[in-house]
């Protein structure tokens, strides 16, 4: 039913993703190491009116406001859905709660592509299958707190868990299977706008569209005046 | 000043109202960790305990603790007559 093992429901309700992640260190986890934790992997060439029309268009959809609260508390109505991703994000909901972080702290605001919206031609360039695209808007001091991606069980964990049916708690936390995130930089950064991902910190620019190995812990912030807006995409790779 | 930022401090431009000198120091009492954020003028900036800046200009400082709970940012700001 796209859910995990009984074993892993079992275990992951008390676990913090972060910990588990360092305990098994599939990423460095030193931070000494000067290796750049992120890379580009490819530029979309589109010219500024492209992108700012897509930003003017997304900004017409209502938004989905991610805080602290909406991670502690998941709110599907659907009691399957429900169930299948809260166990999917549970470890992520721990983090939170054991940070302690304010509820009420916005992480972005999240928005779905509308299909007459110009964005949608970066599916065109983007080489994955199954691919799930959001948005996320983050506004003058808002952050994401640190946290690790499960790229393989966050989109559609209803369909993607069965799918690579993953069979211990150790195989959910070592591997995403073929699934990838990309983030894709709809403009320029603005002076204190910043995102970390492990110990480094990104230098990009429009159209960039930026990759990461498992498991690399990342935050934001936006310390600036201006909205910072990307496109969130998770697929699958193209083998 | 002293200053501990916890995980879930966020403050933007923290020594504006510091009254103005011709040298500044900021001292870090802690070791960087994943989650800290740090800018200073804009840039991001990364330390270990005992880490110094000094500036002849008061400086534009960000904070942010976005870590865990076992980690806060402990710095100090020095203005030097």
Redesign the interface.
Known sequence: MGRFPKMIDKKIESLSR?EVHKKLKKWHFN?DSTKQDYYIVKHIDRPPEFWQSGIDELLTVDPLKLDNGWFAKPTQDDTVEKDSKYHAIQSLHN?VR?????KG?NWFDRRALSQDNILSELLDEIDLNDIDIRFGTQNS?D????HIDHEHSQVAPKTRLTEDNPQSLEEVFTSRGDWVKYIILLHDLF??Q?M?W?NS?IEAKQGDVIAWDYGV?H?T?N?SNYPRHVGLITGKKRS | MKLTISVGDIASDIVAGVKESEQYKLIFHSDWYWGHSVLVNNEPVKWNANTVFNFSVKPQINVANLGDRDHDIEIEFLRID
Do not use: E, N, Q, S
């Not at chain 1, 054991?98 to 304010?102: F, R, T, V």
């Open positions: 972060f931070l983090d054991l940070a302690g972080a304010p702290d001091m952050m994401t707190y640190r002076p204190g910043v970390y492990g910190v812990p935050w912030v310390f």
